[in-house]
């Protein structure tokens, strides 16, 4: 650890840090050895110095939600200002994460519920969350697993992976496999390439995608053996997770383009985070830099109910405001879908400025980012065509063999389609219904 804080702070203060220190810098696995868990190591390495008072705030936080900054990652802290730098209070923790509202779930979005097998979360019907990681190189403050962070208990064993790979084998309808975590970029690349290589045996699935924060806390990570490991594989996307703009170092951006050059499809999830990035201009200035480094903005999420993140979560007006700042003043690609993930397990549910003003049975009326109200005309005549699901005898010329798995509706869209015969979606303990049971039994 001497050592760690030695060359941290080498890389800290000189720009031409030693051939010797800089080899072992960007060794990613020296990164892990060295990842700081203790107070005293980040007031070494930043030159600062908390009061007893505020030293035991923290440690007593680190003993229920533990703490890990990768060297790299803390190298960004400016230690002048480290108060109000988002990197640093997005690793360094803080007393408040104890206060737990009455409100915090410890799984708000239900992810052990809707879990099948261990290490799945089945939400969607056609794709599935697979948990094949429990380590992180870093312990963001606002995770929403937080719950499991540093949990050994939870860390998937090779049988569990496996019982993971089989329900998904067992699973027709499932096209798309979300490996997430924990970091999958955490395993060693032969394991990646072992799961990955299982996952896309399965004829069903047509696609796999992988969630990591390591380009954004770990960027060494993403070395030319993991490239070569990634690009086996053609049905491939990454999804990163960039927070603020300072995030995207140099050295970050060059991860990234080694990504993007393997010819992976890369995407980025935001979470809205108070003091850190809920801010207009510092999302605009993110999606661009992302975009300008070939990753497209994804989502922009809440900050989920979990347990210690009241002081991380801001008003969904902040996030509207964002996306009204956004839509229309930049390419569009740029925009992110703002979502909230429905505590209960719901799933992603899109939140955004109402463009849609009013309609009547010939035209809309519309506004832009602008304010400009404008109209839209509706074709004179425009037949509602009854679907039976028979697309032989429609001519959109989809020449499909009717396979099952869109053949069920599912939630409003049932509502709306012609083959089923719904005309209601009614809440399974309707008081209502409740009443009338009970006065037909005394009608009995
Ligand atoms: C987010 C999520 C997915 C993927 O959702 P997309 O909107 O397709 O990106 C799948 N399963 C679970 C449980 C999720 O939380």
Redesign the pocket.
């Known amino acids: 650890m001497q050592e760690a804080i030695k060359i941290t702070k080498e890389h800290l203060n000189s720009e031409t840090a030693s051939k010797y220190l800089m080899e072992k810098w960007t060794d990613w696995r020296w990164q892990i050895k060295n990842t700081i868990r203790k107070v005293e190591t980040v007031e070494k390495i930043l030159g600062i110095k908390f009061s007893d008072e505020k030293r035991d705030e923290i440690k007593k936080t680190i003993e229920k939600f533990p703490m890990a900054i990768t060297p790299y990652y803390l190298s960004l802290i400016d230690s002048d200002d480290y108060e109000n730098d988002p990197v640093f209070k997005q690793c360094f923790p803080s007393i408040k994460e104890l206060t737990i509202s009455p409100f915090d779930m410890a799984d708000p979005?239900s992810?052990d519920k809707?879990s099948p097998v261990h290490g799945i979360?089945?939400?969607?019907p056609d794709?599935?969350?697979f948990h094949v990681s429990n380590v992180c190189s870093m312990y963001c403050r606002f995770c929403t697993r937080k719950r499991k962070v540093g949990d050994v208990d939870s860390i998937p064993s090779k049988d569990m992976i496996l019982e993971g790979i089989e329900y998904i084998k067992n699973t027709p309808t499932v096209r798309?496999v979300?490996l997430s975590g924990g970091d999958p970029f955490l395993l060693p690349d032969e394991q990646l390439d072992w799961i990955l290589e299982q996952i896309t045996q399965i004829p069903h699935v047509e696609v796999v995608?992988i969630g990591t924060r390591t380009p954004v806390v770990l960027p060494y990570r993403i070395t030319d053996n993991l490239i070569k490991v990634l690009k086996k594989y053609d049905n491939l996307w990454i999804?990163t997770h960039y927070n603020h703009p300072r995030e995207l170092t140099k050295t970050s951006r060059n991860a990234l383009k080694k990504l993007a050059n393997a010819g992976i499809p890369l995407g980025n999830q935001s979470v809205l985070l108070r003091d850190i990035n809920d801010c207009p201009r510092i999302m605009k200035k993110l999606v661009h830099k992302l975009v300008a480094n070939r990753v497209r903005p994804?989502?922009l999420y809440q900050c989920d109910l979990s347990e210690g993140l009241e002081h991380f979560r801001t008003n969904v007006g902040k996030g509207i405001e964002i996306m009204e700042s956004l839509r229309g003043h930049t390419s569009g690609f740029a925009v992110p879908t703002y979502?909230i993930?429905a505590p209960g397990?719901g799933?992603?549910i899109p939140i955004m400025p109402n463009y849609l003003i009013s309609w009547s049975t010939d035209k809309v009326v519309l506004r832009n980012y602008e304010g400009v109200i404008t109209t839209y005309k509706m074709p004179d005549s425009y037949e509602h065509t009854v679907c039976d699901l028979n697309c032989e005898e429609c001519n959109l010329q989809l020449k499909l063999d009717n396979d099952e798995a869109d053949l069920k509706p599912i939630g409003i869209s049932r509502l709306l389609c012609d083959y089923d015969d719904d005309i209601t979606l009614v809440p399974e303990d309707l008081e209502r219904d409740q009443r009338n049971k009970d006065v037909e039994e005394l009608e009995v």
Do not use: A
């Open positions: 979005l992810e809707d979360t089945h939400r969607y794709r599935v969350l798309d979300l995608r999804n994804y989502y979502v993930d397990g799933g992603k």
